[in-house]
């Protein structure tokens, strides 16, 4: 087959035209010396190495060399099939494989597009990455700068607030101080007036001075009085001596002022509510020196089983003189020796020793008695005179009652008991405790000696220990010979079943130390 050369020349010419075409048009937005040079690929890597640390910058510094590659690969290699697509032209005689040569030139430059391409578009990619995180940085910044402005401005409330709290705290000092300093002057100077005033005196009227200031001391006694007579004083119920009685002030006795009077004081004592006549009355230091002189100081257990020592020691064997239930009361001895820690009581005729500890201590003053207990009290005396003599006309005092069965337990029993609260008093005084406990049996206390003895609250060294301890120490013969006689029915109380101390002030049977009603 023959080609006319002319038509063959130009189509030649026709292609390497074209081909000329191709390789003139750059590709939209790719730069014709390679696109993406060096410096380029440098500054994106630096931006996102900036925003984004290392790690991004090396991939968006990766990604910029790869395109860059791509297209130094591609387009030397389109160039070279456009050659020789001529050169191999001139050399055949088709233009069928002239046409094949630039198709396929062309189709290599189009792949290298569309590599670029992609290479731009995730460039653009990382961009708007990194504008995110740049916006997301700058929003960080801006909630970091807000924070910082209300801790600052928390910290300058704070600040403000502490300032006011030490103003606050430094101002009533301040006035404290002031005050104080005003008080410290008033006082040096009044005592600089004193001393002045001193200086123009002589020793004796200052002494005298001294003394008269400790009389104008308030006293408890300038709201008492005492009569100073020598039985009792009339308190009547009008301020007139012509007026009923209401009552009499005994001697020794004290009262309270109501209300003073130029002649007649109005005073309360006991029951009695009424005037007395100021003559024969003293009051304040006067009433108080009475006081000490006639009244009867007492010493009263605080509680139960409190012991009456023959010495003022707590060893082991001192003798026990009484013990004082609760509330019981005994005289103490203002004449004796005084003991630290102990109060010297009186029992009978002996001192005997009580632990302070245990006991109270109080003056005791008698009271008015209005007529009606006046009354009572006479006939109170009456009857006690009257049980005396029916006592005393019953064989000596003593009766004689049914015995009662009993071990030689209960003999030790009782025995023990009469020792605890009798021990010091005579053979009488033993034996009417022990009658006082069979009078109860017969009453029907309880159904046996121990029964009685051991009845709550009823005999005190029963449940302290203190009747243990003489049962383990051994009874006394004495007791022992009253708990027995006493069992066999002897009776000295008339038929008591209690007794107290003769300081409680309640009638009956007296003997010794014990009053058995």
């Not at 292609?15 to 440098?42: I, K, N």
Request: glycine share 10%; proline share 2%; aromatic share 4%.
């Amino acid at each position: 087959m023959k080609f006319d050369k002319k038509v063959m020349e130009s189509g030649v010419v026709a292609a390497f035209s074209l081909v000329l075409a191709f390789t003139a048009v750059p590709v939209a937005g790719v730069s014709t010396e390679a696109d993406l040079d060096s410096r380029t690929v440098e500054l994106t890597t630096e931006a996102a190495r900036k925003y984004f640390g290392n790690e991004t910058a090396t991939k968006v510094k990766r990604q910029s060399n790869l395109v860059a590659a791509a297209l130094e690969e591609k387009q030397p290699r389109a160039d070279n099939l456009l050659n020789e697509a001529i050169e191999e032209t001139a050399g055949k005689s088709g233009q069928e494989e002239a046409a094949e040569k630039l198709g396929a030139g062309v189709t290599e430059q189009k792949r290298a597009a569309e590599v670029l391409e992609a290479g731009t578009a995730e460039q653009k990619t990382a961009a708007e990455v990194l504008e995110a995180g740049t916006a997301e940085q700058k929003r960080t910044a801006e909630v970091l700068e807000a924070g910082a402005a209300e801790q600052k401005e928390a910290v300058e409330e704070l600040d403000a607030g502490t300032a006011e709290q030490e103003e606050a705290a430094e101002e009533p000092e301040q006035k404290e101080t002031t005050a104080q300093g005003q008080a410290a002057e008033e006082d040096n100077a009044a005592e600089e007036e004193a001393a002045k005033g001193n200086d123009n005196k002589n020793p004796e009227e200052n002494k005298e001075n001294t003394e008269a200031s400790k009389e104008e001391e308030v006293s408890p006694w300038d709201e008492k009085l005492m009569p100073k007579v020598e039985e009792y004083l009339n308190v009547r119920t009008e301020a007139s001596e012509e007026s009923e009685p209401a009552g009499k002030l005994p001697k020794g006795s004290s009262a309270e002022i109501i209300e003073n009077g130029a002649e007649w004081t109005k005073i309360k004592s006991g029951n009695v509510e009424g005037y007395v006549k100021n003559d024969f009355c003293v009051t304040g230091k006067d009433a108080e020196t009475l006081a000490n002189e006639l009244g009867t100081t007492y010493a009263t257990a605080v509680t139960g089983g409190v012991r009456v020592r023959e010495t003022a020691s707590s060893e082991e064997g001192v003798t026990i003189l009484d013990v004082l239930e609760e509330g019981g009361k005994i005289k103490v001895d203002r004449e004796a020796e005084a003991v630290d820690g102990w109060v010297c009581v009186k029992v009978g005729d002996t001192t005997g020793y009580v632990s302070a500890d245990y006991v109270t201590v109080e003056l005791e003053l008698g009271k008015a008695i209005s007529i009606e207990e006046e009354r009572a009290a006479i006939e109170a005396a009456e009857a006690e005179r009257k049980a005396k003599e029916a006592a005393q006309s019953q064989g000596g005092g003593t009766t004689q009652r049914a015995a009662v069965a009993a071990s030689y337990d209960d003999v030790t029993l009782l025995g023990a008991l009469i020792q605890c609260e009798a021990g010091s008093e005579s053979y009488e005084g033993q034996l009417a405790v022990g009658a006082v406990v069979m009078n109860r049996l017969r009453a029907g206390y309880a159904g046996s000696i121990s029964g009685v003895i051991y009845q709550s609250g009823q005999f005190t060294p029963a449940s302290n220990g203190t009747m243990a301890g003489v049962l383990a120490s051994g009874v006394s013969g004495s007791c022992l010979q009253a708990a027995q006689q006493a069992i066999g029915g002897a009776d000295n109380v008339g038929g008591a079943t209690s007794f107290r101390n003769v300081s409680s002030g309640i009638p009956g049977i007296v003997i010794g130390n014990h009053v058995f009603f």
